[in-house]
């Protein structure tokens, strides 16, 4: 199998049809991030290589590949949290390294991984933090526009009943709502998530896709999560990007992507595609027994 | 308890410990001879000219100390940081010590200037530390740490060195310093310390978003806006900076950086806007107690108020990491 020829037939090929929302035909699409020959080096390795991409308006887009392959890392160089994306990352035609963190947090927020560490902090009190990028404050005080806000994100994630409550007391899936409601309060256009649906069980990840599939629509939001089970929020999304040790292999609508030698090219792993009798969607299995 | 009402007691305690603990001390004081002082009477010159100062400086120093500490917790994401981690103290001390060794006497507006010796010395440890940290590029808090607790130890056996070559009068002065007293402190210290104290407080309040933000962790600091690097290296340097400068009047006094802001974190939470104030009044509040003491129990003698401070935020310390909201104990 050739991965460059997959390689070719994808990214030369960025059908505009899947870029553009449902609801606005006429919408010319606008690159909010554009990334050319993003490379990064650590140390010897490189962990991500030549990478070149461009991220539309409300466009959901899923980050696939396997374990170390950079997924990660991708989404934190173009959040600027890593170095390495200064000059070839431009978020708004603007070069990464000369955006302030607290513009850039104003377009862009990032829900980490629920495995995280958080200290003990009222459900409340952590949604309200997230509003720090919205003007200066004197002393740390939040005003009445941030509680308000605050409060609506509750609401929209379908949380308000957990406002009082620890995050430490919570389960994995409310704290992954509590993680989106903060998103919401920070009012980002665009969204980054890593892994939302992750050690949750199945129904805290219905719930949780759901949220996010929902929010997505009525807040016109960008949003871009690395996925790692292609049937739970891969297949679903409107554009895939693969990565493959550190460099884009595919970048496509998931239809092409259910393909059982490209996803052998990717996971190394031979795959079965298949069809649900009910819905008709299309699901991918590795085959057992066949590493 | 509410934030707001935790503060307003704490503001009461600390207002009355203010007013009451200038007439404690070796040698009673009746308020009324303040006002009534038959010609001659020393009580009135006692109690502004030496006890007040006194009380002042104790209750700036601890503030400070217990202000600096809440930061340090959020800043490292680490409940057993104390202002003392980063050797900053250590080195003051040092200073102190190289000035007693080698009997330096330089006069400087009217400030001891042992402790002037000390303040540049810590001055020099911050700006050592700050520069080993950089020298790989940016600023991550693990390698300042790392590079602070080796500074703290080298300066540590250095003061042990200098210790080791002075004669028994220096060094048992030497070693009176290094438990931490406020017994030299005077109108003059607490000019030194009010500034310091109270403009690093007040800047140190004004970052109160940033410090909630940074101690939900780096990523998410960042993701809200926060400019990680920029932020940690004015929270190092005004920390560092009023940490110097207590040290440099009061010597190391432990224990009240450690203690005093997990006290309020359990009565309040972890909300520095509230936090750092009910620090403030808490940590200055107790060292005065503490001050007061170490002037009263074996008086005429006097006690190290930093020995004080240990022999009873230890025990207390325990208590509340074993105690029943043993599981509240986190930053």
Known sequence: MNITDNKNAAIGNPSASTLLPAGHPDTPPHPILIVEGLSVRVGGSTLLSDICLRLEERERVAVIGPNGAGKTTLLRVLAGFLPGGETAVRWQGRPLGEWPRRDLARWLAFVPQMSERLPPCPVFDFVLLARYAHGERWFGGADRRDRAAAGLALEAAGITHLAERDLSTLSGGERQKVLIAAALAQEAPVWFLDEPAAFLDYRQELEVRSLLTRLQKEAGKTVVSVVHDLNRGALDADRVIALQGGRLVFDGPPAALADRARLRSIFATEFDILTHPGTGKVLVVAREGQP | ?331
């Open chain 2, 1 to 331: 308890m509410t934030p707001r009402r935790f503060l307003l007691l704490t503001a009461g305690i600390a207002l009355v410990t203010l007013v009451l603990a200038p007439l404690f001390g070796a040698q009673p004081l009746d308020w009324r001879a303040l006002f009534h002082a038959s010609e001659g009477d020393p009580a009135p010159l006692l109690f502004w000219q030496v006890r007040v100062p006194r009380v002042a400086t104790g209750f700036l120093a601890g503030a400070a100390l217990a202000v600096v500490g809440a930061a340090f917790q959020a800043l490292f994401r680490n409940p057993l940081a104390t202002p003392f981690t980063l050797g900053v103290s250590s080195a003051a001390s040092l200073g102190a010590a190289l000035h007693v060794r080698l009997g330096l006497a330089f006069p400087f507006f009217g400030l001891p200037d042992v402790c002037l010796t000390s303040f540049l010395a810590g001055l020099g440890a911050i700006l050592l530390v700050y520069g080993l940290t950089r020298l790989r590029g940016g600023f991550s808090t693990a390698r300042l740490l790392l590079a602070g607790v080796a500074a703290s130890f080298l300066f540590s056996s250095l003061i042990m060195v200098v210790h080791y070559t002075t004669d028994a009068y220096d060094a048992f002065r030497l070693l009176r310093r290094l438990m931490g007293s406020l017994s030299a402190s005077g109108t003059d210290t607490l000019w030194g310390l009010v500034p310091i104290t109270l403009l690093g407080a007040i800047y140190l309040a004004s970052l109160s978003w940033e410090l909630d933000l940074l101690a939900l962790g780096e990523e998410l600091a960042l993701s809200r806006g926060v400019d990680g690097q920029g932020i940690r290296r004015r929270l190092f340097f005004a920390t560092c900076l009023m940490e110097s400068a207590v040290v440099a009047l009061c010597g190391p006094i432990g224990f009240v950086g450690l203690m005093v802001p997990h006290i309020c974190r359990l009565m309040i939470g972890n909300t520095h806007r509230f936090l750092l104030p009910a620090s403030f009044l808490v940590g200055g509040t107790f060292l005065t107690i503490c001050d007061t003491m170490a002037r009263t129990l074996f008086a005429p003698a006097e006690m190290p108020v930093g020995v004080i401070t240990s022999l009873l935020g230890g025990p207390f310390f325990l208590w509340l990491l074993l105690g029943p909201r043993s599981h509240e104990l986190e930053v």
